[in-house]
């Protein structure tokens, strides 16, 4: 228990004071370039997997609608999804092969650590 007292005492000690750090917020310091949001980037993975996405024929002449949902990681330096695996059918194989495969087709996406589970939708309607 002394080490971890000891070794807390010593963090305080070498962390700049608040006074010490420099003010952001009046200008003193150039803010550093801010990306996306987690949120943001969540959202644009959905979109691209979404437009990705090949509805099947048989599927669509079937009438065939349902929400596969896929999980995969996304590898840093590729941004290509990898593991790419069904976590939740849609109820129909030949949607949740094609959800699958957009997972694929939707190319580099921005990267978030982890693992995502991303649902896709098969929806049919009037206009197509």
Do not use: C, K
Not at 16 to 40: H, K, N
Not at 90 to 103: I, K, Q, T
């Amino acid at each position: 228990m002394r080490r971890v007292a000891v070794g807390l005492a010593l963090l305080l000690l070498t962390a700049p004071a608040a006074a010490d750090a420099p003010d952001v917020a009046a200008g003193s310091v150039d803010a550093p370039a801010v990306g996306p949001s987690v949120d943001e980037r969540l959202a644009e993975i959905r979109r691209r997997i979404q437009a990705a996405l090949q509805y099947p024929r048989l599927a669509r002449a079937r009438g065939l609608e349902g929400v596969a949902t896929v999980g995969f990681e996304i590898d840093h330096a590729s941004g290509l999804a990898q593991a790419i695996t069904l976590v939740g059918s849609s109820g129909h194989p030949s949607l949740d092969r094609a959800a699958e495969s957009s997972v694929t087709r939707a190319g580099n996406l921005p990267w978030v650590y982890g693992w995502l589970e991303v649902p896709v939708r098969f929806e049919l309607d009037a206009r197509r």
